[in-house]
C-alpha cells in the first residue's frame, strides 16, 4: 500500500511538472493560444494574446470569443467553429480581431476541438498577428497595380522575363503593339517561341543573351541596335535589362525595357553633320579634314608614301555671287564639290574650308610626276560649263599642290604651303595649279611683313592722298575730283594701291583706312574753298566692309560737320556688288545719306549686276563706266555697244554718266559723240599730288584743246 502511495504521489507530481512546462510553454510562446469553452467563453489567452489585444489576465478571464472576434468576421468564424464542432480535427483561418482600444488586427492560425465522452468541451487556437503583413501585401499589391498602369503608358517596350527558362511574364501596351500581338500569345511563352516563323525579325539578337547574362547576374545592362518591327519599319532602340532578386539577392526576373532613340540618333546625327561637315555641299569641313589629314599622315608615315594636297581656290567667285546672287553662288559651289568628289578616289579626301575653298588629301601617292596631269584634268573639268537653273555658268579655279613629308610635317604646315601655292597660282593669270616651292614661303613672309607695315603706315603718315580731276565734256572745265590713297613706303618707295588695298581688306584695316582717307579727303577739299578757289565735287570710294559698318552714316554725318564741307560737294562711290550684297539695306542706308545731300555714285558699272530693274530703286546721282569697258571702245564693237548701252540707260534714269580711264583723244571723241557727261582719265590728267592740284586750281580748271567740240 506504501509503495502504491509514494508511486502515485510521484506521478502526480510529475503531471503538474508537465502542465507546469506546457502553461510556461503557452505562456511564453510569441503566438496567440487560446482556449474557449463550447459556449464562447475564453478559457484561457496566454500573455502574446493578452499584450496583443490588451487585455489583462483578470480581464481575459470574462470575456467571450464573440467580444474579440470582428462583426465583419463573425460569420466566417462562427462557420468555422460549427464545421469542427462534430469532428476531430484542425482547421487552418484567418479572422480580423478587435483589440481593447477599438483596432482591428488580422490573425492567421490553426483551430481545434478537444472531445470527452464524443462531447466537446473546449477549442484551442493559435494564432499569429499578421496585421504588418497584410498591410505590407497590400501596399505591394497597390505598388504593382500602380507599376503596371506606369509601365502600360510608357512609350517604351516593356518586358519581364523569368530567368529559370526565359519565359514572358509580363509585358506592356508598346511591346504587343511593336509585335502586334495580344496579351495570352505572349504570356508563358519565350522570345524566340514568339518570333519564329514571323515576319518580323527575331527578338533575340546577338547582343540578347549576353544582356540576359549580365542581368542574370544582379547587374545593370545596356545596349543600342537598329531593330526592324511590325511593318518593317527600321529604328534605332536602345535596349536595357534590370535585375529583380528576393531578399537573399537571387535573380528572380529581368526587366526588359526597349526605348525608340530614332530621334535621339537623328539628333546626334545631325549634330554631327553640323560639327564636322559643310552644310551645303555635304563635305568634310575643316575640323574634320584636320583628323583625317593626321590619320593620312601618320598611315603614310608607316608605309613610307607621298601624301599630295591640293588647295583649291574658285577665280572670281565673287563676280558670280555679286552678279548673280548668293543663292546662284551657292548652287554653284554644290557643282563644284559633286566634280571634285568625282575626281578622286574613295579613299582620298576632299573638304571645303570655307567660301570658295576647297582642299583634296591623296594619299598613297606613288609617282608625283602623275600630279601635273591630274591637276590639268582637274582644272579641265572645273572649266566646264555648269548647267544650273536652265542657265550655263562658267567657273574656273587655281590649285596649289604641296608634298608630305617634303613640304611640311604637320596638318597646319601642309595647308598654309599648298595654300601658298595656290596665291602664286592666281598671280600668274588664274585657272591654272601650281607646285609648293621654298621662294614661295618667303614670298608669302613678305606679304606678313607687308601687312605689318601698313597696319603702322597711318601713324607714321606714310599715307597721302592723290586727286585725279573729274572734267565735264560739254564745257571742258574739272567740275570734281576723285581721292586716291597711296603710301610711300620708308624701304620699299611707293606701294601700288592696287598691292596694299586689297592686303588692307584681307588684314581688316579698310575699316579704319577707309574713315582716314574721307576725313583727309574732306578736310583738304574745305581748305581749298577756303583759299578761294572755286569748289568742286570730292568723289571718295567707299568700301564694303565701309558701308556694312551700323554707324557708317553717322560717321559721314561726323566728317561732314567736323571738317566743315558742304555736304553737297561730297560724292561717295560704291561698287554694285556692294550695295546688291543686300539690296533693301543698301536702299535704306543710301536713302539716309542722299536726305543728307550727299551725293552717290556706283563705280565700276557694267561689271556687275546692272539691272535696270534693281538701279532705279536706289537714289544715285552718277554712273560710273568702268574703264575695263572704256579701255576698248574704239577697238571692241561689244565693249562700245555696252559702253553706249550704259549712257542711254543713265540718260533715261536722269542720272549723270561719268567715264573712267580714258587715255586717248579717239576715245572721248567717242564718248563726245555719244554725250556722255563726264570723263576721267590720263588724257586729261593722271592723279595729282596736293600741291600739283592746288597748281592746277590756280592755273585755271578748263584747259584748251582738250574737248573734241574746240577742235576745228
Not at 593620312?296 to 608614301?305: G, M, N, P, V, W
Not at 565701309?546 to 560704291?574: C, R, S, W, Y
Request: charge should be negative.
Amino acid at each position: 500500500m506504501g509503495f502504491w502511495f509514494f508511486k502515485i504521489k510521484k506521478y502526480t507530481r510529475d503531471l503538474q511538472k508537465s502542465e507546469s512546462r506546457y502553461r510556461d510553454l503557452f505562456e511564453n510562446a510569441s503566438d496567440l493560444i487560446q482556449s474557449v469553452a463550447p459556449d464562447g467563453t475564453i478559457l484561457y489567452a496566454n500573455r502574446a494574446w493578452r499584450e496583443t489585444l490588451g487585455y489583462s489576465e483578470e480581464e481575459t478571464s470574462k470575456l467571450s470569443v464573440m467580444d474579440i472576434i470582428h462583426p465583419d468576421c463573425l460569420d466566417h468564424c462562427m462557420a468555422t467553429f460549427e464545421s469542427l464542432l462534430s469532428v476531430e480535427k484542425t482547421a487552418r483561418m484567418e479572422a480580423n480581431f478587435q483589440t481593447k482600444d477599438g483596432r482591428t488586427i488580422t490573425v492567421e492560425g490553426s483551430v481545434n476541438f478537444s472531445f470527452e465522452n464524443g462531447r466537446p468541451v473546449s477549442s484551442r487556437g493559435i494564432f499569429r498577428d499578421i496585421t504588418a503583413r497584410r498591410a505590407t501585401e497590400e501596399a505591394l499589391k497597390r505598388s504593382y497595380e500602380f507599376s503596371k498602369t506606369v509601365i502600360d503608358s510608357m512609350n517604351d517596350a516593356v518586358s519581364i522575363i523569368d530567368v529559370s527558362d526565359y519565359r514572358l511574364v509580363g509585358v506592356n501596351r508598346v511591346f504587343l503593339e511593336e509585335l502586334g500581338m495580344k496579351a495570352e500569345e505572349v504570356i508563358g511563352k519565350t522570345c524566340y517561341e514568339i518570333t519564329h516563323d514571323r515576319d518580323t525579325p527575331c527578338a533575340l539578337p546577338d547582343h540578347f543573351c549576353p544582356l540576359m547574362d549580365t542581368a542574370a547576374k544582379a547587374q545593370y545592362a545596356s545596349v543600342e541596335h537598329i531593330h526592324r518591327g511590325a511593318g518593317g519599319r527600321t529604328k534605332y532602340v536602345e535596349v536595357s535589362t534590370s535585375p529583380i532578386v528576393d531578399e537573399t539577392g537571387r535573380v528572380l526576373q529581368v526587366v526588359h525595357v526597349s526605348r525608340d532613340i530614332t530621334d535621339r540618333k537623328r539628333a546626334e546625327n545631325e549634330i554631327q553633320q553640323l560639327a564636322y561637315y559643310d552644310t551645303l555641299t555635304g563635305l568634310p569641313n575643316r575640323t574634320l579634314l584636320h583628323d583625317h589629314l593626321n590619320l593620312t599622315l601618320a598611315q603614310a608615315d608607316r608605309s613610307k608614301e607621298v601624301v599630295a594636297i591640293l588647295f583649291l581656290d574658285l577665280d572670281r567667285f565673287k563676280d558670280i555671287n555679286d552678279t548673280l546672287g548668293h543663292p546662284f553662288g551657292d548652287k554653284l559651289l554644290k557643282s563644284v564639290a559633286g566634280r571634285l568628289r568625282d575626281a578622286v578616289r574613295k579613299s582620298d579626301t576632299v573638304a571645303r574650308l570655307a567660301g570658295d575653298e576647297f582642299v583634296m588629301v591623296l594619299s598613297g601617292v606613288k609617282d608625283a610626276e602623275g600630279l601635273p596631269g591630274f591637276a590639268q584634268n582637274l582644272l579641265q573639268e572645273l572649266a566646264l560649263p555648269h548647267k544650273l537653273e536652265g542657265r550655263e555658268v562658267y567657273s574656273t579655279g587655281s590649285i596649289g599642290i604641296a608634298f608630305y613629308p617634303m613640304d611640311g610635317k604637320n596638318v597646319d604646315h601642309l595647308l598654309k604651303n599648298a595654300d601658298t601655292a595656290m596665291y602664286v597660282a592666281k598671280e600668274r593669270g588664274r585657272n591654272t595649279y601650281q607646285f609648293f616651292s621654298e621662294e614661295m614661303n618667303i614670298r608669302a613672309m613678305e606679304r606678313l611683313k607687308l601687312e605689318t607695315d601698313l597696319r603702322g603706315a597711318m601713324k607714321r603718315d606714310e599715307l597721302f592722298l592723290h586727286y585725279q580731276p573729274q572734267m565735264e565734256l560739254s564745257t571742258g572745265k574739272v567740275i570734281g575730283m576723285e581721292a586716291l590713297v597711296r603710301w610711300r613706303h620708308p624701304e620699299r618707295g611707293f606701294v601700288s594701291s592696287g598691292t596694299f588695298v586689297p592686303l588692307a581688306e584681307e588684314a581688316g584695316l579698310i575699316v579704319p583706312l577707309g574713315e582716314w582717307i574721307l576725313r583727309t579727303a574732306c578736310a583738304q577739299a574745305k581748305a581749298w574753298q577756303e583759299q578761294g578757289f572755286p569748289p568742286l565735287r570730292l568723289a571718295v570710294n567707299i568700301s564694303g566692309l565701309q558701308f556694312k559698318q551700323p554707324n557708317f552714316v553717322d560717321l559721314v554725318e561726323e566728317v561732314i560737320m567736323e571738317t566743315g564741307l558742304d555736304a553737297g560737294f561730297l560724292e561717295l562711290e560704291l561698287t554694285e556688288s556692294i550695295i546688291m550684297e543686300n539690296a533693301a539695306e543698301s536702299i535704306e542706308v543710301l536713302t539716309d545719306l542722299k536726305v543728307r545731300g550727299i551725293h552717290l555714285s556706283i563705280d565700276d558699272f557694267g561689271t556687275g549686276y546692272s539691272s535696270l530693274s534693281y538701279l532705279k530703286n536706289f537714289p544715285f546721282d552718277r554712273i560710273k563706266i568702268a574703264q575695263s569697258f572704256v579701255r576698248d571702245i574704239t577697238t571692241s564693237s561689244d565693249d562700245a555697244a555696252i559702253v553706249e548701252a550704259i549712257i542711254v540707260m543713265g540718260k533715261s534714269l536722269d542720272l549723270k554718266v561719268i567715264a573712267e580711264g580714258v587715255e586717248t583723244r579717239e576715245q572721248l571723241e567717242f564718248l563726245f559723240a555719244r554725250d556722255c557727261n563726264e570723263m576721267q582719265g590720263f588724257y586729261f590728267s593722271k592723279p595729282l599730288a596736293r600741291e600739283d592740284f592746288t597748281r592746277l586750281l590756280q592755273e585755271g580748271l578748263a584747259r584748251e584743246g582738250v574737248c573734241p567740240f574746240r577742235v576745228s
